[in-house]
């Protein structure tokens, strides 16, 4: 049941005084109602919400097995190693060779008989910083995943983790940080993630992003997001879909003003 009164709505939300005569879009979205406040509009339905990213799904944990896997095999090597990381080779002292092994393919070829690195007491890392390579250390040793408390970082992070699990060939570790980037994206994070995935070639991340600010273009751009674009290929990317948004909006308006037309002529007839 619809109030009495004169005024368009959704649903029960809309209005009519003495109703006479009613018509349905072709599309069954829209119905006119001829009453005696004139020729009101409702729509059935709301419009249908944007397309969602299905959620990246995480295999369990291997972590107990693959601790299982460090006794009763000779070819593991002995002992610990030192990691220098970075320009400034900042250490992460005595972490286990065999854990590493029994958690990374990569290592376990590095440490492997006959490889320098098998008798080694320091190793260095570069092009990581201490944080990230922490974190990937702690999560290989305890299987558990820190991308820090700061909000703003958690990102970045997450980033910096996903390239090393990429890296050291650690694929639950690279779905993790997948499923923290694709719940990190919001106003302040969506146009440096577009970025990022741009650079690193996530197809993923970059519709999500590209989505996220086609959506919700007045918060990105209220926190400060179009200022902290850098990349002109992903600009040009956002303006294009922009203008290929306000083209579809201007073709859905005429479309919908043809069939409107085409309803009020109809009510005009029946009236």
């Known amino acids: 049941g619809t109030r009495g009164g004169s005024a368009d709505g959704v649903g029960t939300a809309a209005e009519f005084y003495r109703p006479r005569g009613v018509a349905i879009s072709p599309d069954g979205s829209t ?68 854990v590493l092994c029994a958690r990374s393919p990569v290592f376990r070829t590095m440490f492997g008989i006959g490889m320098k690195e098998r008798d080694a007491a320091e190793i260095t890392v570069p092009k990581t910083d201490l944080a990230s390579f922490t974190a990937f250390i702690d999560y290989l040793c305890t299987d558990q995943l820190d991308l820090g408390e700061e909000e703003g970082g958690r990102a970045q992070r997450a980033l910096d983790l996903r390239e090393l699990a990429q890296m050291y060939q650690v694929p639950r570790l690279e779905l993790l940080c997948a499923q923290a980037l694709q719940e990190s994206v919001g106003p302040a994070s969506a146009v440096p993630l577009l970025e990022a995935a741009h650079t690193t070639g996530d197809g993923r991340l970059l519709a999500q992003c590209r989505r996220y600010v086609a959506d919700h273009a007045a918060e990105v751009r209220a926190s400060g997001g179009v200022e902290q674009l850098r990349d002109l290929g992903v600009a040009k990317g956002l303006l294009g879909d922009a203008l290929d948004q306000v083209a579809e909006l201007k073709g859905t308006v005429a479309a919908r003003d043809v069939e409107l037309e085409k309803v009020r002529a109809e009510v005009a007839e029946r009236a």
């Not at 601790?67 to 002292?93: K, Y």
Request: proline content about 13%; charged content about 15%; aromatic content about 8%.
């Open 31 to 98: 119905l006119l109602v001829s009453s005696d406040g004139g020729l009101r509009q409702v729509c059935v339905a709301a419009p249908p919400p944007p397309p969602s990213f299905a959620p990246i799904v995480v295999p369990p944990s291997t972590f107990s097995a693959d601790m299982a896997n460090t006794w009763g095999d000779a070819s593991l090597p002995q002992g610990m190693v030192t990691f220098l990381v970075g320009d400034d080779e900042e250490r992460i002292e005595y972490v286990t060779k065999a």
